[in-house]
């Protein structure tokens, strides 16, 4: 990201410095294009050739236009364009990060719930109980963890996919196997042709560098300015040599305004070749390339790809667990220990509001109550006796009549 602001704002010093020179530039151009009509024999009474010098000037300053006009600006949008990706490939990038307010709301959760769980669980092992965290645990922990357990469901898919998406793009494409064939696909597929700047610079940094440099042009021009600043350079030192007040004398001019504009020129061309040499500098391939394969080589396709596999599995886990803790949430409801099948029965009389008998019929005392069954009142009263087939009825009945108690027990009566 700095290393595409810093080329973004190269890029904008380049052009702004040359758009602010282009006036200069044309002035020079027409004033020493003509340098001394008055006097066609000038380097006979200084001896200084300063028509040669003008003529190499004017065709250096040439250079400038084209310079802003072209290449310039395209590096500018080029460089715009890898700014924005790059922006967006650190918000994804931040996206994921674990101290992040998004990501705290589902981690936190996963830790408090089921710490109350298990406290729940301990004071059922240990046979206490209190109301209140009874009905919180009921009414609000479970509920709460069933959301998250589901949430971790649709958290585990999403990793899935993304893992897989990784390693699609990480497996190259048909004609080469590697995120290099990933990223030349995507190029072809947007429609961008092997002849523009953004294809032969892509190409160029994520090939090891063994293609074209892209950005050749900035090279030649860096040295049309350093070129362009010696002959400006030159014709100043020229003027001050044979003295202003001669010139303006032999050929009826004032040259006082062509020496500032060449002061103001050879400033503008100093800062130009300095923005270039950055430029370059940002832009080769020990800077750029070994970000791409820090990035995308290990980044994406080493450590990424361990990463979503813990983050899966670790999700997978935590879903499966979660959905075998709701399954055996009973464990958190307090015990109820039945001894003999005496007790049995009368907890079961004592839920239904009946009264019951045991298998000798006698009478089931409730001793929580202290009601006793009244076996006139009982439609099994009379004990069966053996032989006239009551017997055989006696569990059918009993099942029959008391079946969702027995259902509710668990039992298969």
Not at 213 to 233: H, K, M, R, V, W
Request: aromatic content about 12%; proline content about 3%; overall charge negative.
């Amino acid at each position: 990201m700095n290393l595409a602001g810093s080329s973004h704002g190269i890029a904008d010093d380049l052009h702004e410095v040359g758009t602010n020179s282009v006036p200069i530039r044309n002035f020079l151009v027409e004033r020493l294009g003509n340098f001394c009509p008055n006097d066609p024999n000038l380097q006979d009474h200084t001896g200084v050739d300063f028509d040669a010098i003008a003529a190499e000037a004017v065709q250096n300053l040439e250079l400038l236009q084209n310079f802003v006009d072209n290449e310039v600006v395209s590096f500018r949008d080029y460089v715009g364009q890898v700014e924005d990706a790059s922006k967006g490939v650190d918000a994804a990038i931040s996206s994921y990060d674990v101290s992040e307010w998004k990501v705290m709301l589902y981690v936190l959760p996963m830790i408090i719930l089921p710490s109350f769980l298990m406290i729940g669980l301990f004071m059922a092992w240990f046979e206490v109980s209190f109301k209140e965290y009874q009905c919180m645990l009921r009414y609000l922990i479970i509920p709460l963890f069933g959301i998250i357990v589901v949430f971790s469901w649709v958290f585990c898919s999403l990793f899935g996919l993304l893992s897989v998406t990784n390693a699609d793009f990480c497996s190259g494409g048909t004609a080469n196997p590697s995120p290099e064939g990933t990223f030349m696909e995507i190029l072809s597929e947007q429609g961008i042709t092997p002849d523009s700047i953004v294809y032969r610079s892509v190409e160029y940094y994520v090939d090891g560098c063994r293609t074209g440099f892209p950005f050749a042009f900035i090279s030649s021009y860096e040295n049309d300015l350093g070129e362009a600043i010696d002959s400006t350079t030159t014709f100043s030192n020229s003027l001050d040599a044979v003295g202003m007040e001669d010139l303006n004398r032999l050929c009826g001019t004032d040259f006082s305004d062509v020496a500032e504009q060449l002061v103001e020129i050879r400033r503008n061309l100093e800062t130009l070749i300095g923005s270039a040499s950055r430029g370059l500098q940002l832009l080769s391939c020990e800077s750029l390339n070994s970000l791409y394969v820090n990035t995308f080589h290990e980044g994406t396709c080493t450590y990424s790809v361990s990463g979503f596999a813990w983050v899966f599995a670790s999700l997978l886990i935590v879903s499966i667990c979660g959905m075998i803790m709701i399954t055996l949430r009973s464990a958190v409801y307090d015990v109820v220990w039945l001894e003999d099948q005496a007790e049995i029965e009368g907890e079961r009389g004592r839920r239904s509001g009946k009264e019951y008998f045991d298998d000798d019929h006698d009478a089931i005392e409730h001793t929580e109550t202290g009601v006793y069954a009244d076996e006139s009142s009982h439609p099994h009263a009379t004990a069966p006796t053996e032989g006239d087939g009551s017997w055989d009825n006696y569990p059918n009945q009993f099942a029959q009549d008391h079946g969702d108690y027995a259902a509710e027990q668990g039992r298969d009566w």
